[in-house]
C-alpha cells in the first residue's frame, strides 16, 4: 500500500484553484504547478491608478447555483453588477441579445420581421451558421452575428458546431436587456486574482513551471491523485493537435474621462472594425463611476493563446479530445482528473469551472478517506484513473 497525503494540480486558474480549498480544507497537502508567473490562468485583473481592466477580456460571476454563490461570496466581497452587453450595427447601439422591439431602428427592419415570421418552428441544428438562421432570420443573422463569429473564430461559421450559439444567440421580446438571466451575479470587489489567491489558501505554489506527462515522476509519487486544468495538447506534449482560439487585448487609460461608453462590452460584427468587441470593466464597480480615469479594452482575435476551444461542426476535434481523455483513463502511475475549460476542452463558465474543480476534490478526498488512514492501493489507484473529465 502506498501512503497518499499530497494532490497534485496542474494549473493555478479557477479550477484548479477551487479543487486545492476544497483538498486543503479536508486536511491533504496540496502542490500546485503554474507555468505561468502569475496565477489566475484566464481570470485576471490589473489595476491602473485603482482602475480595473481584464488582460484576458471581461468575466463576470453569475450563476443559478446558490451554493456556489454562497462560496464565492464567502471568500471575497462581491459587489452587485448586473451584466449589459451592446452590439453596434449600422452605427446604432442595440441590446445584445437583441430586443426585437430595438430593431424598428434599423433600416433593414421590414425584412427582418418577414424573415422572423417564416422561420422553422424547429433550428436547425446543423452547424453554427444554420442554428442562427433558423432562429434570427438570414437578415439580422448577416448585420449582427456573421461578422462578428468570422472574426472571432477566423473561420467559416458554416464549419462551426450549433453548440457554440446554443446559450449566446438569442432573440428576446421581454424588454429584459441584461445580458445573463442567472439570479445570482456580481463582481469582486478586489478583482479576480484576490478571489483565486484565497482559493489557494495553503497550497504549496510552484510558477513557472511547465509541466507534462513526462514531469509527472519527478513531482508525484506513484499513484498518487494528479488534476490536471492544462490544454491535454499541451500535457501530452502535442502542441497543435487541437485547435484553440486566442486574444489579444490592447489597452488605453483616459485620466479625464469617467466612464467612455454605453456598457462594459460592446461587440463589434463589422468586417471594417478589426477588433471583437471594447470592454469597460470600470462599469462593475459602481462606486468608481465618478471618478476620473477609465480604462478601455479592445479585444483582438487570432492570438496564440488558448482561450477558446474550436468546436467544429463534423465533431472531428471532440474525438481528439476524448482519445486525450482514453489516455489520461489508462495512465497507469498515477491517477488524473481533468477538470476546466481548457483540460476538458470545452466553453464552460466561471461557476461551472469552480464546480469541476470541488467535484474532481471531492472525488479523490472520497477515494483516499475509503482506502483508511488516506492509503490508496495500487488497483483503488488505477481504478480511479477512470475518473476524468470532471465538470
Not at 507555468?35 to 463576470?60: D, F, L, M, Q
Not at 492509503?375 to 481504478?383: G, K
Amino acid at each position: 500500500m502506498t501512503t497518499v497525503n499530497t494532490v497534485v494540480i496542474i494549473g493555478a486558474g479557477l479550477s484548479g484553484a477551487a479543487a486545492a480549498w476544497l483538498l486543503t480544507r479536508k486536511g491533504f497537502r496540496v502542490e500546485v504547478y503554474e507555468k505561468s508567473n502569475v496565477i489566475g490562468g484566464h481570470v485576471r485583473t490589473e489595476w491602473i491608478h485603482g482602475i480595473p481592466y481584464e488582460p484576458h477580456g471581461a468575466h463576470i460571476f453569475h450563476t443559478y447555483d446558490s451554493s456556489v454563490w454562497r462560496l464565492v461570496s464567502e471568500t471575497v466581497e462581491l459587489v452587485p453588477y448586473r451584466h449589459r452587453v451592446l452590439t453596434s450595427v449600422r452605427d446604432r447601439l442595440i441590446s445584445w441579445p437583441p430586443q426585437e422591439n430595438e430593431l424598428r431602428e434599423l433600416s433593414e427592419f421590414e425584412d427582418i420581421v418577414r424573415e422572423l415570421a417564416a422561420r422553422p418552428a424547429v433550428r436547425d441544428h446543423t452547424n453554427f451558421e444554420t442554428y442562427c438562421i433558423s432562429l434570427l432570420g438570414p437578415t439580422l443573422y448577416s448585420v449582427a452575428v456573421r461578422g462578428y463569429t468570422q472574426k472571432q473564430w477566423g473561420r467559416d461559421p458554416e464549419t462551426l458546431s450549433a453548440d457554440i450559439a446554443k446559450g449566446r444567440v438569442e432573440l428576446r421580446t421581454d424588454n429584459d436587456v441584461e445580458f445573463f438571466r442567472d439570479p445570482y451575479q456580481g463582481w469582486p470587489r478586489g478583482g479576480y486574482a484576490e478571489l483565486v489567491e484565497a482559493f489557494l489558501g495553503s497550497a504549496v505554489i510552484h510558477l513557472g513551471r511547465t509541466v507534462t506527462v513526462n514531469d509527472l515522476s519527478a513531482i508525484a509519487r506513484r499513484y498518487q491523485p494528479v488534476i490536471v486544468t492544462s490544454a491535454l495538447d499541451d500535457f501530452f506534449e502535442e502542441p497543435g493537435a487541437l485547435p484553440w482560439r486566442g486574444i489579444r487585448t490592447e489597452s488605453i487609460y483616459l485620466p479625464e474621462v469617467t466612464l467612455a461608453q454605453s456598457a462594459m462590452v460592446i461587440n463589434e460584427p463589422a468586417d471594417n472594425v478589426a477588433w471583437t468587441r471594447s470592454i469597460e470593466t470600470k462599469w462593475a464597480l459602481g462606486e468608481l463611476h465618478d471618478r476620473l480615469g477609465t480604462i478601455v479594452q479592445r479585444e483582438f482575435p487570432g492570438a496564440p493563446a488558448k482561450h477558446y476551444p474550436v468546436l467544429d461542426s463534423a465533431g472531428e476535434y471532440s474525438r481528439i479530445q476524448r482519445s486525450f481523455e482514453r489516455r489520461l483513463a489508462h495512465y497507469p502511475r498515477n491517477p488524473i482528473y481533468s477538470v476546466g475549460r481548457l483540460a476538458t476542452y470545452r466553453y464552460i463558465n466561471m461557476d461551472a469551472a469552480i464546480v469541476s474543480g470541488l467535484h474532481a476534490a471531492n472525488q479523490i478526498a472520497g477515494l483516499l478517506t475509503s482506502a483508511g488512514d488516506r492509503t490508496l492501493r495500487t488497483d483503488q489507484a488505477r481504478a480511479a484513473c477512470h475518473i476524468v473529465s470532471i465538470c
